[in-house]
């Protein structure tokens, strides 16, 4: 009995050491670490966007990162200082969120909120481009944001 016990604990302490390797391997590796983003510059997000979008309010733009990954289409997140955060990222194909492309006047932030969140975010698409808002910040930020984005075009 007590070497079926010895036996038995040996097994969990390999077990407990293999699996303890495996994490720290897969921790060292960075697979969990969101390598993918990394700070830019305007410039470099134009080119990654593969176009010359102007942004809202460039010149107090705090941070420009761009998230990159050879499966996704690049996305460019924008932080201003007023806590508004702006993420721009090219369709690839039809969107479920509102597609503003030919429409004259500014929509409404009741049309561009997403309920599916629990935080306020404002999607739409405009041209080839999903365009994400969020933020703590005011509504009227968020449809000046949106009333600069539509007279980029």
């Given at each position: 009995m007590e070497k079926e016990s010895r036996q038995l604990l040996f097994i969990l302490i390999s077990a407990m050491s293999?699996?303890?390797?495996?994490?720290?391997?897969?921790?060292?590796?960075g697979l969990f670490w969101d390598r993918n983003l990394r700070p830019s510059t305007m410039q470099e997000a134009r080119v990654f966007l593969r176009s010359e979008l102007r942004f809202p309010d460039e010149d107090q733009i705090r941070t420009v990162e761009v998230y990159d990954d050879k499966f996704m289409?690049?996305?460019?997140?924008i932080r201003y200082p007023n806590g508004l955060r702006l993420s721009v990222?090219?369709?690839?194909?039809?969107?479920?969120?509102?597609?503003?492309?030919?429409?004259?006047?500014?929509?409404?932030?009741?049309?561009?909120?997403?309920?599916?969140?629990e935080k306020a975010v404002y999607r739409f698409v405009k041209g080839?481009?999903?365009?994400t808002l969020h933020g703590d910040v005011p509504e009227q930020v968020i449809s000046d944001t949106v009333l600069q984005i539509f007279r980029n075009e």
């Open positions: 293999v699996t303890a390797l495996v994490v720290l391997m897969i921790l060292s590796a289409e690049p996305e460019i997140r990222t090219r369709l690839r194909g039809p969107s479920p969120y509102p597609v503003l492309s030919h429409q004259k006047a500014v929509p409404s932030t009741k049309e561009l909120r997403d309920d599916r969140t080839d481009f999903l365009y």
